[in-house]
């Protein structure tokens, strides 16, 4: 069935969206265990993490460090005494048959990142790996299932949002936001492929005009932007065919599968688990003291949205150019260090930061590369004065960021300063001798023809010429 | 010259090693023999080689985890399990100059008040082997009461060591909760859980106690007692007050109530004042526990699924049928029972009728407790309503059998330091006195029983 323009538009879209983090800290969230990056299966386990008999759970400073970091970067209200909770629930992942997690009393609640309220923010464990031997790649039906408890008890902070965004564009640069916050902070790899960022999306739609909400499904597990993106807009349309055919949205947990758009059901509300949630008697409350605040609070770096406020405002940067500065830190340091007083415009600059340096670092760190600030606030000067072509300058750039060096230097050695008027003189007569046909129009008035002559010139300079000067010179031979 | 341990008390021994009298290697022999010949099933493992030490062997219950040795918390579901790790209490032990002597049999889990919930066969108590030693931690009771162990630990959730304690005429000692780690004792409730020793005296009992606690970074909620504990020494009770509360209590045997009354009969001739006390709540105590500590076993018993250690049973290779069959198989009765009650309280929709209800009611109780020890120094109760009964006669009755811990849940749930000490006979068989204090005055309550100990003068030797 078709939807027409009618129908689309008579649906509004509620969207919240649930986070989970991999906290880099040190230890895992419960026990002295190194935190895995890809070792050997169950090499990164204890008594502890492995749900030993008798062994009990001691909360990790850091991660709580971390969180209230987060929480502070949200604006959130920190609980003076927030509690772990039981989560029950019987699987090979869990090796203790229930995940440590908080409930009703979150760490953090009401904040706000962007436009979007923040509902809670709040600590728990991660649990371990299951690998599925056998076709299905699924624990039903597998020949065989094997535990890799490396990653359980890694530490998370779960952020919820309130159902804040209207469509699936928003929801993904809000993602993207919040990627970009967090890896300034420094508290998590948040790298979607990894899983070390794990983003749901609880969808549901209503009539535009209703203030009640629809009834949600939700999204698990989408591991870029794009598919969060997709498999928001998919569940959208889901959701409107549904109702169109008069049917109801049911409740329900769901799968996007990004290959082939699919969605498929993961849990029906009928199997939702009951989790028997009860306070976790093996640990005392997280009671923040002003010192652990304020040591959270001075070590949060200022974050991607204040730093786009800040260059758009003190730099006279474009909002969009100001923005993928400060989205990637690394960038955005590196442009910040460029620059100088005397360094020429701040906006020619970031221009070749974000167009020509990115376009050859892809997503290093441009501060790994040969490439110093100095040198390339001096390349980008040369090409804001005019003192060599923007392809000359892209040149020297290549060489700069592999093997590093002083860009006069290399304008010199490769000999791509600009042409001056001596030089030039000879060329430009020789290019007016080589195309009568074009002096023939030029002096017929069609000024469009010089474009031809200028043309030669380039070639015959390899773009050492300044495009302005060549026309003027053209001109004054022409007498026109 | 080594007959003579069996006679000495374990500071008595630890006097003779340490004034080379004896060494610990044959004091360690002489206990190892003896609980190698133990006939009355308290053990479920001794250890084959002999470290010596300066202090006597100590019996350890099942639930301790020991680096190496089987620790099963009496159930069939660990069994042939050996721990990767040890308790932080038994390595203080260890590291104090006892070690450990065995592995001592236990109701699975620690649940129960008979030792016949053990997935590896009762207990009988040394006073007369038809009856049980109590429970759950019966082999270790027995052990000392029966002489093949020098001193023992157990672990107290809702009267775990005091009962047994009692009902095999020994000391008992519940430390507070927070005074002892909790690292390593395999879990039941982790709320009440709380290890202790169990001893031939008082003295052995606060001997044993400055070894074992201590605040462990391995376990959050232990704090360990503020300053040191003392010996204690004290033979009068001059100016102190104690508050009696149960002896009119239904269902109280009458003849533990008249020991227990001709016990607080000699706190008056020792100089303390006798009154009795309120505990409004405490009546409710049992009705709480049996919701707070099957809901937190419930979770803690989780982990049994045969995916990483201890038993699996293998059925169609299914995943469910793995978790049912295994839990069907390795579980006992009385903990199946408990699992499912826990699980219950704790579904959606009854949570707040039975969990919440619950966790008011103890709060009730701590309040109680404050109440009374605005009033009183110490609470004194009969440890358990009845002297040490037939094996098999409350097997069919979980209800009488829970009834056993009346006197002792309520302190637990306010998790407060409490003691049994042996009363005197009633029909032949001893009689537990419990004595119990504000949080963290075990020095105080040891100091009293102390003095209330020499004065009864009890002789802990059973008939056989």
């Keep these: 069935m078709t939807i027409t323009e009618a129908e689309t538009r008579a649906y509004e879209p509620v969207i919240g969206i649930e986070i989970h983090v991999q906290l880099k800290t040190r230890t895992k969230m419960f026990c002295a265990c190194a935190l895995s990056f890809g070792e050997a299966p169950n090499t990164r386990t204890c008594p502890v993490c492995l749900g030993h008999p008798g062994t009990l759970p001691v909360t990790n400073a850091e991660a709580v460090h971390f969180a209230l970091m987060i929480a502070l970067a949200f604006d959130c209200e920190i609980a003076p005494r927030s509690i772990f909770h039981r989560k029950n629930y019987f699987y090979p992942d869990l090796p203790k048959g229930y995940q440590i997690s908080q409930y009703d009393i979150p760490l953090a609640t009401a904040g706000r990142l962007g436009d979007v309220r923040i509902h809670r923010v709040h600590l728990e464990e991660d649990a371990a790996k299951l690998v599925h031997a056998g076709a299905s790649g699924r624990i039903h039906g597998a020949e065989s299932s094997v535990v890799d408890f490396n990653r359980g008890g890694t530490p998370l902070v779960e952020i919820v949002t309130e159902p804040d965004l209207r469509n699936a564009a928003d929801a993904a640069e809000f993602g993207r936001l919040l990627q970009a916050t967090l890896r300034r902070m420094g508290v998590s790899d948040v790298n979607m492929e990894e899983g070390s960022l794990r983003m749901d999306a609880n969808v549901s739609i209503r009539p535009v005009g209703e203030t009640t909400f629809g009834t949600k499904t939700e999204l698990k597990n989408m591991n870029s932007f794009r598919f969060l993106e997709r498999g928001i807009d998919a569940e959208i349309e889901r959701q409107k065919r549904t109702l169109a055919d008069g049917g109801e949205v049911e409740q329900s947990t769901l799968h996007f599968d990004p290959s082939s758009g699919a969605i498929t059901t993961l849990r029906s509300k009928e199997e939702a688990h009951d989790y028997r949630y009860f306070p976790e008697p093996d640990l005392v409350p997280i009671a923040p003291t002003e010192e652990m605040l304020d040591r959270a609070r001075e070590a949060l770096p200022e974050l991607p949205a204040a730093r786009a406020e800040r260059l758009e405002r003190d730099l006279d940067l474009p909002a969009d150019t100001a923005k993928l500065l400060a989205f990637r830190a690394d960038v955005g340091d590196f442009y910040e260090s460029a620059l100088s007083p005397d360094g020429g415009s701040p906006r020619n600059l970031a221009n070749w930061t974000i167009n020509e340096l990115t376009a050859r670092i892809g997503d290093a760190d441009p501060a790994t590369t040969k490439l110093e600030p100095k040198a390339f606030a001096r390349l980008v000067t040369m090409v804001g004065e005019k003192q060599i072509s923007a392809a000359a300058g892209r040149e020297i750039l290549d060489v700069l960021v592999s093997e590093g060096g002083d860009p006069a230097a290399l304008v010199e050695e490769k000999g791509l300063g600009r042409a001056g008027e001596d030089e030039l003189a000879a060329i430009v007569d020789r290019a007016l001798a080589d195309n009568p046909d074009a002096v023939e129009k030029i002096r017929a008035g069609k000024g469009q023809a010089v474009g031809a002559i200028v043309g030669a010139v380039m070639r015959d300079t390899k773009g050492r010429a300044d495009g302005g000067q060549v026309q003027r010179m053209i001109s004054e031979r022409l007498g026109r | ?464």
Excluded at chain 2, 208 to 226: A, H, K, N, Q
């Design chain 2, 1 to 464: 010259m080594t007959e003579d341990l069996l006679r000495l008390s374990a500071a008595a021994q630890a006097q003779r090693i340490d004034a080379g009298a004896v060494s610990g290697e044959e004091v360690f022999e002489f206990w190892r023999e003896r609980a190698a010949e133990d006939g009355l099933g308290a053990y479920l493992w001794v250890a084959d080689d002999n470290p010596g030490g300066s202090l006597p062997p100590v019996a350890v219950k099942d639930l301790f985890c020991v680096e190496g040795v089987p620790s099963s918390a009496g159930s069939r579901i660990l069994e042939g399990y050996r721990p990767p790790y040890t308790a932080t209490s038994v390595r203080n032990l260890i590291q104090g100059g006892a070690h450990v002597l065995g592995k001592t049999n236990q109701d699975e889990f620690a649940m129960g008040s008979s030792n016949e919930n053990s997935g590896y066969g009762p207990v009988e108590n040394p006073w007369d082997r038809a009856l049980v030693p109590g429970g759950s931690s019966g082999g270790s009771a027995a052990a000392v009461a029966g002489g093949s162990a020098p001193w023992a630990i157990g672990t107290d959730t809702g009267g775990s060591i005091r009962q047994p304690a009692a009902l095999c005429g020994i000391v008992g000692l519940k430390p507070t909760y927070g005074a002892v780690s909790r690292y390593g004792m395999i879990a039941f409730a982790s709320s009440l859980d709380q290890c202790g020793p169990l001893t031939r005296d008082v003295t052995d009992a606060a001997l044993m106690l400055r070894l074992l606690e201590g605040r462990d970074p391995c376990d959050s909620t232990c704090v360990g007692i503020e300053g040191d504990i003392a010996l204690p020494s004290a033979e009068r009770l001059d100016g102190l007050r104690f508050g009696v509360w149960g002896l009119d209590e239904e269902g109280l045997d009458a003849g533990v109530a008249d020991t227990c009354r001709a016990a607080i009969a000699r706190i008056e001739e020792l100089g303390g004042g006798v009154q009795d006390v309120e505990l409004p709540n405490a009546g409710h105590g049992l009705s709480a526990y049996y919701v707070i500590a099957p809901a937190e076993a419930s979770a803690n018993l989780a982990r049994y699924d045969g995916v990483r250690y201890g038993l699996r049973s293998t059925d169609n290779g299914d995943l469910t049928s793995l978790y049912e069959q295994t839990r069907h198989d390795g579980f006992g009765d009385e903990v199946k029972r408990r699992i499912m009650i826990g699980t219950y309280a704790l579904s959606s929709g009854y949570y707040d009728a039975y969990y919440g209800k619950a966790q008011k009611v103890r709060t009730r109780i701590v309040e109680d407790f404050r109440a009374a020890f605005e009033q009183v120094d110490f609470v004194v109760t009969p440890t358990s309503p009845t002297v040490a009964f037939k094996l098999g006669e409350r097997t069919a009755d979980p209800l009488a059998m829970y009834l056993s811990d009346y006197f002792t849940v309520p302190m637990s749930l306010a998790g407060i330091p409490a003691i049994s000490i042996p009363a005197g006979l009633s029909e032949g068989l001893p009689v537990g006195l419990q004595i119990a204090g504000p949080a963290f005055s075990e020095a105080k309550v040891l100091d009293a029983a102390h003095a209330l100990e020499r004065a009864i003068g009890f002789e802990g030797v059973p008939r056989t």
